[in-house]
Antibody, heavy 117, light 111 residues
Framework: QVQLQESGPGLVRPSETLSLSCSVSGVSISSTTYYWGWIRQPPGKGLEWIGSVYNSGNSYHSASLKSRVIISIDASSNQFSLHLTSMTAADTGVYYC?????????WGQGTMVTVSS | QPVLTQSASASASLGASVRLTCTLSRGHASYIIAWHQQQPGKAPRYLMNLQFRGVYSKGSGVPDRFSGSSSGADRFLVISNVQLEDEADYFCETWDSTTRVFGGGTKLTVL
């Protein structure tokens, strides 16, 4: 059974960089043909795709966030990571990692990130 | 890039059926979509992917009362015999080679 679990700080200062990790269990991310993605949800709002990464390290990102996003994969620890620079209050919300196939078919439980000084 | 349009809200009586709609933008009518359910305070849950011709493939453990259908650019999620636990937000998702997008979501209220 494949499971994903996000981890990272719950509070980030404005202008700082958010770093989140997603631990994958039940499958080796380096041996699969899936992409792995990050999605976020501001409080009371809808879902926004941030970007996705393949086991080769190839990644692609939302055009609106592209200049601020780095998504990488660490096959040795079976994790993938999100780095989002220049955080502002508008980046506050729940951040999810998910397995990407025809749709994001397995989701982590999400982690709340608040941007505040 | 594709855009997905959903009604903000819908309601259904307990035990009735309801059809939620996700509409693809012009030029993207043939796209596959996915439906997700998000119960209050929980992470989204994948329900199914749904093709242009109405063929759908459900996720593991999704109850039989959930089904999908299509008509042109419209993709439907049909919930039969609506239960209280079906009260949730429902999001559709689609993608192309460079992006992935979500609809704004429909909040389903069970009466």
């Amino acid at each position: 059974q494949v499971q994903l679990q996000e981890s990272g700080p719950g509070l980030v200062r404005p202008s700082e960089t958010l770093s989140l990790s997603c631990s994958v269990s039940g499958v080796s991310i380096s041996s699969t043909t899936y992409y792995w993605g990050w999605i976020r949800q501001p409080p009371g709002k809808g879902l926004e795709w941030i970007g996705s990464v393949y086991n080769s390290g190839n990644s692609y990102h939302s055009a609106s966030l592209k200049s601020r996003v780095i998504i990488s994969i660490d096959a040795s620890s079976n994790q993938f990571s999100l780095h989002l620079t220049s955080m502002t209050a508008a980046d506050t919300g729940v951040y999810y990692c998910a397995r990407q196939e025809d749709g994001f078919d397995i989701w982590g439980q999400g982690t709340m990130v608040t941007v505040s000084s | 890039q594709p855009v997905l349009t959903q009604s903000a809200s819908a309601s259904a009586s307990l035990g009735a059926s309801v059809r939620l709609t996700c509409t693809l933008s012009r030029g993207h009518a043939s796209y596959i979509i996915a439906w997700h359910q998000q119960q209050p305070g929980k992470a989204p849950r994948y329900l199914m992917n749904l093709q242009f011709r109405g063929v759908y493939s459900k996720g593991s453990g999704v109850p039989d009362r959930f089904s999908g259908s299509s008509s042109g650019a419209d993709r439907f999620l049909v919930i039969s015999n609506v239960q209280l636990e079906d009260e949730a937000d429902y999001f559709c998702e689609t993608w192309d080679s460079t992006t992935r997008v979500f609809g704004g979501g429909t909040k389903l209220t069970v009466l």
